[in-house]
């Protein structure tokens, strides 16, 4: 009889592997594309800022990267739409975030 060890995984625990890379994968394209485009982290990062539907439509039209991580990053339940309307992280989104760039990356000093 063979080993658990060797057995194959779960097809639950192998989405939520996958999920969790793509979120990851898309926490760092996001990243990346608010630096090219003039942004810091702390735009998304913190609750009482945010991008604006307007920042995002740009967003979106300049780059389809941030088209394809939008959706994954609001279906995981890492970003919303905050009181104020604009686009940012959730505390699991911000946690990822601070995971992947370090101390300092989610939060501002």
């Known amino acids: 009889m063979p080993s658990e060890v060797f057995q194959p995984a779960s097809q639950v625990t192998s ?20 630096y090219d485009n003039g942004h810091v982290l702390e ?4 609750p009482q800022r945010g991008l604006t539907r ?12 941030w088209k394809a991580c939008q959706p994954v990053l ?3 339940g890492a970003a919303r ?3 104020y309307d604009r686009f ?5 989104g911000r946690e990822l975030m601070f ?5 300092g990356a989610a939060d501002c000093a």
């Not at 735009?43 to 913190?46: E, P, S």
Request: charged share 20%; proline share 0%.
């Open 15 to 34: 989405a939520t592997y996958h999920v969790q890379r793509s979120l990851r994968h898309c926490l760092a394209t996001v990243a990346e594309l608010l």
């Open 43 to 46: 735009t998304i990062t913190l």
């Open 54 to 65: 307007r920042e995002l439509r740009q967003l979106s039209k300049q780059n389809a990267h």
């Open 74 to 76: 609001e279906e995981s």
């Open 81 to 83: 739409f905050n009181d």
């Open 88 to 92: 940012v992280l959730t505390a699991m």
């Open 99 to 103: 995971d992947m760039f370090g101390q």
